[in-house]
């Protein structure tokens, strides 16, 4: 019995030490995985962002050959009606395929955005398709849509926690605006 005794400490020593690394170990392993499956939604939720840019500007685009003719000025290399209407629907239909992945993705503040941005783009692609008449000033629509991209930009940047500073561009598009409807021909 006293042999038991003064072993008693060693075994509980070991026994210690054995629960201490397992324990260790599970830890560092759920860590671990937390942070694969972190990386791995962050990646999907990028190629969402990026997605969903890509079709609004697609959208976008097109709306703005369709409109180049109500914008004095405008460097848009206008496109026949009939095919700039089909490639808005094939732009459209893509853009609502890319909107899922976002939703599901996608965090609330960078969802917001990005159906602001949507917004303000189906208000070129309205005056694109005839539905609505060209308002007084349609650089400021532009500006809107412009704007409307800084804040999806931003947020979808902050949501991915890519720092860097501003990459706003919305003030220099509207100055560029603004020197094409002053410069003389």
Avoid: C, F
């Amino acid at each position: 019995m006293s042999t038991l005794l003064t072993q008693l400490p060693t075994l509980l020593g070991v026994l210690v030490g054995t629960l201490g690394t397992i324990l260790a170990t599970s830890l560092a392993d759920r860590a671990r995985w937390r942070r694969s499956q972190s990386v791995r939604w962050d990646e999907r939720r990028l190629d969402a962002y990026v997605d969903y840019a890509h079709a609004l500007k697609e959208s976008h685009s097109v709306a703005l050959r369709l409109t180049a003719d109500h914008r004095p000025g405008s460097r848009s290399h206008p496109i026949d009606r009939e095919e700039g209407l089909a490639r808005l629907a094939e732009a459209d239909a893509r853009r609502t395929i890319v909107w899922e992945n976002l939703l599901l993705l996608g965090d609330e503040p960078t969802v917001a955005a990005a159906a602001s941005w949507r917004d303000a783009i189906w208000q070129v692609e309205r005056l694109a398709r005839g539905i609505v008449e060209a308002p007084p000033d349609v650089a400021e629509m532009l500006t809107g849509v412009d704007e409307a991209r800084d804040g999806y930009y931003r947020a979808a940047r902050r949501s991915l926690g890519v720092r860097g500073g501003s990459v706003e561009q919305s003030a220099t598009l509207r100055q560029a605006l603004v020197d094409r409807s002053t410069a003389t021909p």
